[in-house]
C-alpha cells in the first residue's frame, strides 16, 4: 500500500482543455462529465474542454470545474494504482470542497452543488464591491500582518514562507502595494483577479454559503482533512461546516496546514489539477518530500509509475 496525502486546486489553476484527455480516455471520466452536466443543469464539461477562457475564468464556472477535475483524476488514479492508500486530505480555498468529497464528508453531487452555489455568491459578493488583491513576496510574515491592518485590508492566503496576499478594497490593497518597500519586503505584485476573495468584502458569499451548508448531509470523513481556516483536521460534521463556511472570509493558512501534514510523518503529496501550483508551495515549506501532479494523460501514467 502507497500512503499518500491528496492536495486539490484552488481557484485560479484553471485552464482551456482541462479533464478532456480523461474523457477521452475514460469510460470512468465520461459518466464523472455527464452526471456532472446533469446534476448542474449545463454543459460544464464543454467550458472546461472549449472555454472560452473569459467564461471558464468565472467564479461561478471554474469552481465547479476545478472540483470535478480532481474528483475525476483520483478516481483514475485509483484505476491505475490498485494498493493507493490515502492517508490525509487537504485543498487549497475551493479545493477544501474536493478534498472533502474524496474523504467522503459529502457525496460528489452535493459538493458539486455546494461549489457551483459558492462560486455564484462569490462572483455576486465581486460584482457588488471594488475589491482588489495583492502577492507580497520575500517579506516577514508580521511585518505583512502589520501592513495590512495599517492598510484595513485582511491577510487572505499565507501560501508559503515568503509568499503572503493581501486582499480587501482597492484603495487599501493599492495603498499596501506603495508600501511594501519601506515595510521591507521585497516585492509587492496586485492580481489579476474578479475581487477580494478572503477578505471581509466576501462577507454576504459567507452567509449564503452558511445557509446552503446547513442543507447538506455532512459525515465524518473517512480520511483526515486538513482546513484552510484552522490550519487543523477537522472531522466532526458541525466543524467541517464552520471552517468551510468561515474561509470564506478567513485567512487560507496553507503554510502551517503543510507543516502539520509534514509534523504527522506524511512523506508523499499528490497534487489532483491544472498545472503544478500545490506542488511547488508543497516544496517551498517541507523539504524531502516526494512532490507529485495529475493533471492530464501523461501526469496520471507518470505519477501512477512513480506510486508503484
Not at 124 to 142: F, L, Q
Amino acid at each position: 500500500m502507497k500512503d499518500v496525502v491528496l492536495l486539490f486546486s484552488g481557484q485560479g489553476a484553471q485552464k482551456v482543455g482541462m479533464g478532456q484527455d480523461f474523457f477521452e480516455s475514460s469510460e470512468t471520466a465520461r459518466s464523472m462529465f455527464a452526471a456532472a452536466d446533469e446534476s448542474l443543469g449545463m454543459k460544464l464539461s464543454e467550458v472546461m474542454f472549449e472555454g472560452p477562457a473569459d467564461e471558464l475564468t468565472r467564479t461561478s464556472r471554474c469552481q465547479p470545474a476545478l472540483y470535478l477535475h480532481g474528483l475525476v483524476a483520483l478516481e483514475l488514479l485509483r484505476e491505475k494504482v490498485p494498493g493507493l492508500n490515502p492517508v490525509a486530505a487537504a485543498g487549497l480555498s475551493l479545493g477544501e470542497f474536493t478534498a472533502h468529497a474524496a474523504a467522503g464528508s459529502f457525496s460528489l453531487a452535493d459538493g458539486l452543488d455546494l461549489v457551483a452555489k459558492r462560486g455564484g455568491f462569490m462572483e455576486e459578493a465581486c460584482e457588488a464591491t471594488t475589491g482588489a488583491m495583492a502577492a507580497m513576496i520575500g517579506g516577514d510574515e508580521d511585518a505583512v500582518k502589520a501592513l495590512a491592518e495599517a492598510c484595513g485590508v485582511d491577510v487572505a492566503n499565507f501560501n508559503a514562507p515568503g509568499q503572503i496576499v493581501l486582499s480587501g478594497a482597492v484603495e487599501g490593497i493599492d495603498q499596501a502595494v506603495a508600501a511594501a518597500k519601506e515595510k521591507g519586503i521585497r516585492k509587492a505584485v496586485k492580481l489579476k483577479v474578479a475581487g477580494a476573495y478572503h477578505s471581509r468584502l466576501m462577507q454576504s458569499a459567507q452567509d449564503q454559503l452558511s445557509s446552503e451548508l446547513a442543507k447538506v448531509d455532512i459525515s465524518k470523513p473517512g480520511i483526515p482533512v486538513v482546513c484552510n481556516f484552522g490550519a487543523s483536521v477537522a472531522d466532526d460534521p458541525a466543524v467541517i461546516r464552520e471552517m468551510l463556511e468561515k474561509q470564506v472570509t478567513g485567512s487560507v493558512r496553507w503554510t502551517e496546514s503543510i507543516e502539520l501534514l509534514v509534523e504527522q510523518g506524511h512523506t508523499t503529496f499528490i497534487e489532483l489539477g491544472p498545472g503544478k501550483v500545490l506542488a511547488g508551495l508543497v516544496g517551498k515549506i517541507a523539504k524531502g518530500v516526494t512532490l507529485l501532479s495529475v493533471e492530464d494523460l501523461p501526469s496520471l501514467e507518470a505519477a501512477a509509475e512513480s506510486l508503484s
